[in-house]
């Protein structure tokens, strides 16, 4: 990520701490999964109104994340303007675990689940191949999972 962008994460995730709250970490990731069913539907849909002219694809959320001495944060990545948006997530750091990185889909990024305790189902973070450092940053600051 670019100081630019960097800087507007750090503005925008500033504004959500807590008095002594401090930020040791940004990065964006694509969080979340989409079904293999939504993926085809997506796609014959968009064939079918497009006359096979289009492709469509449908992909995880981008979310820039914001990780201080004790919280997660997550805020909209998918704006038209690529600042960070509003905040949609907040998880509690001492519940946090994360897998180890494995490479992404055909080889491109990294990916790790992330284990909120007390969850049966993790997150699932895909960092693009220009964020792989943001991964491997990220899953050092946290405790390993399984």
Known sequence: MNSRRRRQVL???????????QIEF???AKVGTVSVKRQV??????GVLSAGTVIATVQPRPMYLALTDRRLLFLDGATTSGKPGKPLMSLERGL?????????????GLKTVITVQGETDGLKLVFPPAFKADGRELVTRLPVGA
């Open 96 to 108: 946090l675990a994360a897998a180890p990185l494995t490479k992404a889909l055909l080889g491109l």
């Open 11 to 21: 503005d925008a995730a500033t504004t959500l701490l807590i008095a002594g709250e």
């Open 41 to 46: 539907l997506t796609s014959a849909l968009v």
């Open 26 to 28: 940004t990065g964006l």
